[in-house]
């Protein structure tokens, strides 16, 4: 027996952490054939631990190999993020930042932290 339905709850990818949770929809094959899975990713979205660190006016910095794309689908990862404010981020590299990620290239998170007063 197949595990496939015609029903499949959505699901979204966090392009901060990773993290895969329900989006709260319930996705439908109209011919009511079995085509789905049991659960579908249907794109990216904030979780609600990195929604809430936007809605405080953070904007994520994540660390990419040389060269990676830059598109959150091709990105290659270092595994290194960071959290900013968005005012901050916006005075520091002269740019406003309309989406709540952005990918940085290796060298500017260690210089990120180093600008820190000790201790912090």
Known sequence: MSDLSHISLGQSQCPVCGSIFDSGEI???KRLRPTLEQRTIIGFALCPEHQSLYNDGF??????????????????????????RREVAEAMFSQSF?????????????????????GE
């Open 59 to 84: 904007l994520a910095l994540i660390e990419v190999e040389p060269g990676s794309p830059q598109t959150i689908t091709e990105a290659l990862r270092t595994g290194r993020l960071a959290h900013i």
């Open 27 to 29: 996705l439908l094959d």
């Open 98 to 118: 309309p989406a709540p990620i952005c990918f940085v290239e290796m060298g500017v998170l260690d210089k990120l932290i180093s600008m820190l007063p000790p």
